[in-house]
């Protein structure tokens, strides 16, 4: 997936665990050779899967490049901040904070909550002058692309406003004059898909982990910031319009600004949430008014996935709550705009998403060993809520059949079955308890016809006591009482001679054996022949060390010889 997307993945970290699935909320995700990446006609860019994944493949894209380029090379740059910086840096001075932006190079540093204040404005006059009965919010870009994408027949009920930030940088770009660069600064990834589509009014998006990361780059550590005196934000503080990153923050401002008593307000957040309120609500029978504000993160802004404070909702929550309690009265001066300078118009996107029959069904999920009903298990391991969603991701093209976690034990369990009952050999597993796992028939035959009756009813001889079975059951209970890797030894049992190779396969946990009746012809020869060998070994080993030891003896009854041969040469010349 290209990085120019606002969110991407690195292949080569992806770990194939299929979390990014499960917690996707439009499965925007396809898995091709167990590597899953980001389809970017389906995603919402809400940033949920670069919260989750854990091994850090999904990621966001780096725009701070851009910031740091734009206040480089221009006299003036303007910061659109997201209110839910207050719950950010709660612990630093808003004096602390705004001086350290400057000191990167902005010029102007603006709430985007004064834009979220002519969105509210306006909300609340076209509610009133409209004949329609459902509302849907349009500050959430995420949750507008999700209608633009999966609701397209609800598109008409979004508000035809801008969202906050979108109005925000139109009005500062009305202020300061439209050669001036805005750069939002928030913990919102979809911004980036909003600076994307309207580069001309948001030149780019940064989150808060991006600022965090600005500063420790410049060295510039918030505690120890001298603020500036008198600093402040352009041209002034937000009102209760500071409470837009809050799940139903929008709904208050909306109350503020006009008479909406016929109408019905009500906020939901987190996509599955989301999801669950639109389906099928343009069938029901609404006959008051009714606006949704729909925010795409869990609590609202302050839980986005650009965000790095740790904090909980509820002390997020209260602390721009406390905040906002004394912004009641503003500066005279204000940002205006006109209400059709931030009208806008949603358009349906097409994710091409196919129409399949039953039988296509059926075949999909066929390939996956389900067969009926009472197969599919719909346990979610491939990230799927269920088999029919798997089903139709594999009809898609998204994801492979080796996702299915009850398919591929069967598979495995299948392949291992096999390779066990063509063993010649007998092979047993059994557990701590001397209770059988797995065997396979030849283990049974050797036995005897009574076990082979025993494994007939019961294929592999699973549950059934060893200690019944057979009478060296002793050896499994000392290798599972050591630990120790392997036992090999010769047994008797029922007339045959048994060779048993034991070994550890979980120490004290479970043990495997390999018996063969050496008393079966083919055995009797494979056993002849292995043993003569080593039987050969074994005598040239030892004919090579009587060898050795023959000639060590012999050169020294040369080395004697000689020398009592020497010594009597001695005795008789002295004689003479």
């Keep these: 997936m290209t990085p120019f997307l606002p969110v991407f993945t690195e292949k080569n970290n992806c770990q194939d665990c299929y979390k990014c699935i499960r917690e996707c909320s439009v499965k925007a995700i396809k898995v091709e050779k167990g590597r899953a990446s980001v389809i970017s006609e389906l995603c919402i860019f809400c940033g949920r899967c670069t919260e989750v994944c854990p091994a850090g493949a999904k990621k966001v894209r780096n725009d701070l490049w851009k910031a740091q380029k734009l206040v480089a090379v221009n006299s003036q740059v303007a910061v659109s901040i997201a209110p839910s910086y207050i719950s950010e840096w709660s612990n630093i001075s808003k004096e602390k904070l705004f001086t350290a932006i400057k000191m990167l190079g902005f010029t102007h540093i603006s709430e985007t909550a004064i834009g979220a204040e002519k969105v509210s404005e306006f909300s609340a006059k076209y509610i009133q002058e409209s004949n329609k009965h459902l509302f849907l919010s349009s500050a959430c870009p995420a949750v507008v692309e999700f209608v633009e994408k999966f609701h397209p027949e609800l598109i008409e009920n979004i508000i035809p406003i801008f969202s906050p930030l979108m109005a925000h940088a139109k009005m500062l770009k009305a202020e300061l004059g439209k050669e001036t660069p805005v750069v939002f600064i928030g913990p919102c990834i979809a911004k980036k898909r909003e600076s994307d589509k309207y580069p001309h009014d948001v030149d780019v998006a940064i989150t808060f982990s991006d600022l965090n990361n600005w500063f420790e780059q410049e ?19 937000a009102g209760i319009a500071a409470l837009y990153p809050l799940d139903g923050g929008m709904a208050k401002g909306i109350k503020k600004c006009g008479s909406i008593d016929d109408t019905t307000l009500m906020n939901f957040s987190g996509m599955q949430n989301v999801k669950e309120v639109l389906k099928d609500i343009n069938k029901q029978n609404i006959t008051n008014k009714l606006f949704l504000e729909l925010l795409a993160c869990p609590g609202g802004c302050i839980n986005g996935p650009g965000s790095d404070s740790k904090y909980s909702s509820a002390v997020k929550n209260l602390k721009i709550i406390d905040e906002t309690r004394g912004r009641q009265k503003q500066n005279d001066k204000k940002l205006h705009i006109e209400y059709s300078a931030i009208k806008c118009q949603y358009l349906p996107q097409d994710v091409n998403e196919q129409k399949y029959t039953e039988k296509q069904y059926k075949e999909a999920l066929q390939i996956v060993g389900k067969l009926s009903e009472k197969d599919e298990l719909n346990c979610g391991g491939c990230g799927y809520d269920s088999c ?4 139709h991701a594999i009809l898609e093209d998204r994801a492979e059949r080796s996702m299915c976690a009850s398919y591929m034990r069967k598979v495995a369990h ?98 495997g054996g390999i018996i063969r009746d050496l008393t079966m012809p083919e055995m009797r020869r494979e056993e002849v022949i292995k043993r003569s060998k080593k039987v050969i070994t074994e005598n040239l080993n030892t004919v090579q060390r009587i060898a050795y030891l023959l000639g060590e003896n012999a050169s020294r009854t040369e080395a004697i010889l000689n020398s009592i041969v020497e010594s009597h040469s001695i005795d008789e010349h002295n004689s003479n």
């Excluded at 060295?219 to 002034?236: G, K, R, T, Y």
């Design 219 to 237: 060295q510039i550590i918030l505690d120890e910031v001298d603020a500036e005196q008198n600093i402040s934000l352009f041209p002034h503080e």
């Design 388 to 391: 029919r969603e798997f089903a």
């Design 414 to 511: 299948d392949k291992a079955t096999v390779l066990l009952q063509k063993i010649p050999s007998g092979v047993v597993i059994i557990d701590d308890n001397l209770k059988i796992i797995e065997s396979n028939k030849s283990f049974a035959k050797i036995l005897g016809e009574e076990t082979l009756m025993i494994w007939d009813v019961n294929p592999g001889l699973g549950g059934a006591n060893l200690t019944k079975l057979v009478s060296f059951h002793k050896f499994f209970a000392s290798l599972l009482s050591s630990g120790s890797e392997n036992i090999e030894c010769d047994v008797k049992h029922n007339g045959k001679l048994l060779h048993m190779s034991l070994f550890s396969i979980q120490p004290h946990k479970i043990v």
